[in-house]
């Protein structure tokens, strides 16, 4: 079996997570996302509750039920989730990015309703903030861990977030691969460490993933005293 039998307790841990996708307005009924669904996040955060964890969960939009006992900060674009997570940071142990950040936003977000018009549309596009690259710079002896979703090169591409991006741990998703990533149950993750280590997981339910997941970052904290 990957997970423990008997998980290690969380109790006094201090552990944010990111969920959802995030939503970047056109205007003021439209908007730019992605497929996630949020259930990734939502599993760690009811998982590391039940271990004990004083858990926070920012959200972007999400049709799932909010889990309870947890401190829920429901945010829409990436500069909110930014903001929302920064504001944490401090108080925080264990950082965990399983949201699907959007890579860009409108430049400008129009006030009115954007008409119709004869011609063609054409938006312009600028980059968001890299939220968890920003998280990593800072960590201190933090334990922080990213997500990397990945059609082709999964190792080489997730191996460049975990340094590049100055975390811990990589939970890496080839979403090509039915069974996989955003809107299903299960996932087929391989766990990245800065050791080098690559342990690849089988398929499994979100759930039971959150679960190894939570006894790898465990381990970690341990190793730095958090
Ligand atoms: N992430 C973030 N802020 C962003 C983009 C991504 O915090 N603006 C985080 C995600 O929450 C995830 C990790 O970075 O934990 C990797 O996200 P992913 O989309 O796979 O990687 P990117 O660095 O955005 O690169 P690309 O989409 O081009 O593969
Ligand atoms: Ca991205």
């Given at each position: 079996?990957?997970?423990?039998?008997t998980?290690?307790?969380m109790?006094g841990?201090?552990?944010l997570?990111?969920?959802?996708?995030?939503?970047?307005?056109?205007?003021?009924?439209r908007?730019?996302?992605?497929?996630?669904s949020?259930?990734?996040?939502?599993?760690?955060?009811?998982?590391?509750?039940l271990?004990?964890a004083?858990v926070t969960?920012?959200?972007?939009?999400?049709?799932?039920?909010?889990?309870?006992?947890?401190?829920?900060v429901?945010?829409?674009?990436?500069?909110e989730m930014?903001r929302?997570?920064?504001?944490?940071?401090?108080?925080?142990d264990?950082?965990?990015?399983a949201?699907?950040v959007?890579?860009y936003?409108?430049?400008v977000r129009?006030a009115?309703?954007?008409?119709?018009g004869?011609?063609?549309?054409?938006?312009e596009?600028?980059?968001n903030?890299d939220i968890?690259?920003?998280?990593?710079?800072m960590?201190g002896?933090?334990v922080?861990?990213?997500?990397?979703?990945?059609?082709h090169d999964?190792?080489?591409?997730a191996t460049k977030?975990?340094?590049g991006k100055?975390?811990?741990?990589?939970v890496?998703?080839?979403?090509?691969?039915e069974g996989?990533?955003f809107?299903v149950?299960?996932?087929i993750?391989?766990l990245?460490?800065?050791?080098?280590?690559?342990?690849?997981?089988p398929?499994?339910g979100k759930?039971?993933l959150?679960?190894?997941?939570l006894?790898?970052?465990?381990?970690?904290?341990?190793a730095?005293g958090?």
């Amino acid at each position: 079996a990957v997970a423990a039998l008997t998980p290690k307790s969380m109790a006094g841990r201090r552990v944010l997570i990111t969920a959802g996708p995030t939503r970047e307005e056109i205007d003021p009924i439209r908007y730019i996302s992605n497929y996630s669904s949020g259930k990734m996040g939502y599993a760690i955060a009811r998982e590391a509750r039940l271990r004990g964890a004083q858990v926070t969960l920012v959200t972007g939009p999400t049709a799932l039920t909010l889990p309870c006992g947890i401190d829920v900060v429901p945010v829409n674009s990436a500069e909110e989730m930014r903001r929302a997570v920064l504001e944490r940071l401090e108080r925080t142990d264990v950082v965990i990015k399983a949201a699907a950040v959007a890579d860009y936003r409108p430049k400008v977000r129009a006030a009115a309703k954007v008409k119709k018009g004869a011609s063609e549309l054409v938006l312009e596009l600028e980059k968001n903030p890299d939220i968890l690259a920003e998280v990593g710079a800072m960590k201190g002896d933090r334990v922080v861990v990213g997500f990397a979703a990945e059609t082709h090169d999964l190792i080489a591409n997730a191996t460049k977030k975990l340094t590049g991006k100055n975390v811990d741990m990589i939970v890496a998703n080839d979403v090509s691969q039915e069974g996989a990533g955003f809107n299903v149950d299960t996932n087929i993750a391989k766990l990245l460490l800065r050791d080098g280590t690559v342990e690849e997981l089988p398929k499994m339910g979100k759930d039971e993933l959150a679960g190894v997941i939570l006894d790898r970052i465990t381990t970690l904290a341990e190793a730095k005293g958090r």
